[in-house]
């Protein structure tokens, strides 16, 4: 669809900030580009060129309030905080370091992330150590994650989880709990992913937290129910087993909704039903540089792939084929008139995006 170029380094990541209007960039050249995606069709893209001095970051997370961006350096390997300034028209303006958090991690630095709700930071190395933080720099736990070496960690969308996956076949997934008054009080486990045979390069959760989707290098995915009572021993249900026979690191997004599952690997990008685990679409060859990270976009509309120096951003029609799809068989499994006429318009709704999308892409 559209390919934002700026960048003189590889890209390393991607965010898109909560309403989809700013994504943010970091690469080798020792730059991170705020873009405006306000109109996508244009050939020229707005951004906001931050240098980061003596260092480069490997990873980059917008805030909730996307007045900051969280860091992790490349040298230091360390947590950065940059304030980010606003101009008249919203979008960002100056933006400045505010805080380098103390070193805690022996290993290089894997991912940082941020809660929604703005409790806590957190950071995952290759080794197995997880740490979370407040947002001043106080480190509140470390946790040893015991998967021998750490692929991937996030914070869920809800805020209220940290997860990490590695060498081992599991995802493992702690509550971060506060007082009602806001004081953190600790990290304890909330539940595993169960099933992969081998280890899990990459996982996502949907926007509600509901739902989580794994690769493994078993040649298979997994899309989980995690909509489930913890506390009293629940586990996730798993909904859906796909193959994707690839052994080497891929990395994964899941659709805000949870019904669309996208995994690159190398140069190519695999785009899956989650309901069914049957193959959308496979984009093939996209550049002569493998694909590092892979988001969709909060709402769902847009699928952004970081590789080489360029952004190559995809309308997600597979998505809107997939959601009417799952509308469809809810609808027919339906026994109340009401749902079946709330699900149609549901329906209706999602195939005017669809032909919106199809008609930009003629």
């Known amino acids: 669809m559209t390919t934002l170029k700026g960048h003189s380094g590889n890209i390393l990541d991607l965010d898109f900030n909560v309403n989809g209007k700013f994504?943010?960039?970091?690469?080798?050249?020792?730059?991170?580009l705020l873009w405006c995606l306000k109109n996508l069709a244009q050939k020229e893209h707005k951004s906001v060129r931050v240098n980061v001095e003596y260092d480069h970051a490997t990873r980059v997370r917008w805030s909730p309030d996307s007045r900051a961006i969280v860091l992790a350096s490349?040298?230091?390997?360390?947590?950065?905080?940059?304030?980010?300034?606003?101009?008249?028209?919203?979008?960002?303006?100056?933006?400045?370091?505010?805080?380098?958090?103390?070193?805690?991690?022996?290993?290089e630095l894997v991912n940082v992330g941020i809660a929604c709700n703005g409790?806590?930071?957190?950071?995952?190395?290759?080794?197995?150590?997880?740490?979370?933080?407040?947002?001043?720099?106080?480190?509140?736990?470390?946790?040893?994650?015991?998967?021998?070496?750490?692929?991937?960690?996030?914070?869920?969308?809800?805020?209220?989880?940290?997860?990490?996956?590695?060498?081992t076949p599991d995802v493992k997934v702690w509550?971060?709990?506060?007082?009602?008054?806001?004081?953190?009080?600790?990290?304890?486990?909330?539940?595993?992913?169960?099933?992969?045979?081998?280890?899990?390069?990459?996982?996502?959760?949907?926007?509600d937290s509901t739902r989580m989707a794994s690769v493994s290098r078993d040649g298979t995915?997994?899309?989980?129910d995690c909509n489930i009572e913890y506390q009293k021993g629940q586990e996730p249900y798993l909904l859906t087993t796909g193959e994707f026979p690839c052994t080497t690191p891929s990395c994964l997004a899941l659709s805000p909704d949870g019904r669309t599952v996208a995994i690159a690997n190398e140069e190519d990008i695999h785009v899956f039903c989650g309901r069914t685990g049957s193959l959308n679409v496979k984009f093939e060859q996209v550049h002569s540089e493998?694909?590092?990270?892979?988001?969709?976009s909060p709402n769902g509309s847009y699928l952004a792939a970081a590789v080489g120096k360029h952004v190559l951003v995809f309308h997600n029609?597979?998505?809107?084929?997939?959601?009417?799809?799952?509308?469809?068989?809810?609808?027919?499994?339906?026994?109340?008139?009401?749902?079946?006429?709330?699900?149609?318009?549901?329906?209706?709704e999602a195939r005017n995006a669809l032909k919106s999308l199809q008609l930009k892409d003629s």
């Open 290 to 296: 493998p694909i590092v990270n892979l988001q969709f």
């Open 119 to 167: 409790h806590f930071i957190m950071s995952i190395s290759k080794d197995t150590t997880l740490c979370v933080w407040s947002l001043k720099g106080d480190l509140l736990a470390t946790l040893d994650t015991h998967h021998m070496n750490n692929y991937y960690g996030c914070v869920s969308p809800c805020g209220r989880f940290v997860a990490s996956s590695g060498f």
């Open 221 to 224: 995915w997994k899309l989980w």
């Open 74 to 107: 490349a040298l230091g390997n360390a947590v950065q905080v940059y304030r980010v300034g606003r101009r008249e028209d919203g979008s960002p303006g100056n933006v400045e370091p505010l805080l380098t958090f103390k070193a805690a991690h022996q290993a």
């Open 23 to 32: 994504l943010a960039t970091s690469a080798d050249d020792r730059v991170i």
């Open 175 to 207: 509550e971060v709990c506060f007082s009602k008054t806001g004081e953190f009080k600790e990290v304890k486990r909330a539940f595993e992913l169960k099933g992969h045979t081998s280890g899990v390069f990459s996982f996502a959760f949907s926007n």
């Open 317 to 348: 029609v597979p998505g809107f084929q997939n959601t009417i799809g799952d509308l469809e068989e809810r609808k027919k499994n339906a026994t109340n008139q009401s749902i079946r006429d709330r699900l149609q318009l549901q329906i209706d």
